[in-house]
């Protein structure tokens, strides 16, 4: 059964720091790993889709990598602004219905 | 970029009555929806999967005849919670997955906050 943890749970930031989540998942025979940004009483917003074959992908002041053979996923932020504080969920496809198995999530909270 | 609705996004119930929760895909088809709950503090937890046409498929510990998912048309699918009870009082987001790239994202609908008195 795939497990996805993310470390850490929760962090706190001033303003213009960079910063990095961690994603790690049990079971590496996955075709895909997505990074989502919720808002509190919010749905989710997708961030970045990396595909299997990828090692990367960057949107704006986001990065986000893959490395399947270690089952670990990061999203760096760059220049972090208070706008960005929202809780962080990972997650990677299940079997042939590409059912989402979440991570635990991270709270990031950016502070002025 | 693909949207994916809800309604209602807020509702509040007795105890005992049932509630019907939509999820609409509006500008793409998806033939799989799929249907989570999220308690405070907690992440997403997938309950089913929602097919186009046939039956739905209800992850372990879900309760098929107490969570009905209706999947009728490729942009509509919905979710009736019957007899809610107190315990049953979540956040209810759905997802849509749109089938034109292969392997493609799934797009989440803004949640229903459902409260059971």
């Known amino acids: 059964k795939q497990e996805v943890t993310q470390i850490p749970a929760a962090l706190s930031v001033p303003e213009g720091e960079n910063l990095v989540l961690n994603c790690s998942f049990t079971?590496?025979?996955?075709?895909?790993l997505q990074w989502f940004r919720q808002d509190p009483g919010k749905g989710l917003t997708s961030l970045l889709l990396?595909?299997?074959?990828?090692r990367e992908q960057t949107s704006g002041r986001l990065n986000a990598s893959l490395d399947k053979s270690s089952g670990r996923s990061t999203l760096y932020i760059a220049a972090s602004q208070p706008g960005d504080s929202a809780t962080y969920l990972c997650?990677?496809?299940?079997?042939?219905?590409?059912?989402?198995?979440f991570g635990t999530g991270t709270r990031l909270q950016v502070t002025l | 970029g693909a949207v994916v609705s809800q309604h209602p996004s807020r509702v509040i119930c007795k105890s005992g009555t049932s509630v019907k929760i939509e999820c609409r895909s509006l500008?793409?088809?998806?033939?799989?929806m799929f249907w989570y709950r999220q308690f405070p503090k907690q992440s997403l937890m997938l309950m089913a999967t929602?097919?186009?046409?046939?039956?739905?498929?209800?992850e372990q510990g879900v309760e098929k005849d107490k969570f009905l998912i209706n999947h009728a048309s490729l942009t509509l699918s919905t979710l009736t919670v019957t007899s809610a009870h107190p315990e049953d009082s979540s956040f209810y987001i759905c997802?849509?997955?749109?089938?034109?790239?292969?392997?493609?994202?799934?797009?989440f609908g803004p949640g229903t906050r459902l409260l059971v008195l």
């Open positions: 997802s849509a997955r749109d089938m034109r790239p292969s392997y493609g994202t799934q797009y």
């Open positions: 079971d590496s025979a996955i075709y895909n």
């Open positions: 990396i595909q299997s074959s990828q």
């Open positions: 997650a990677v496809p299940t079997g042939t219905a590409s059912k989402l198995t």
């Open positions: 500008d793409f088809q998806a033939t799989t």
């Open positions: 929602s097919n186009e046409g046939s039956k739905a498929t209800y």
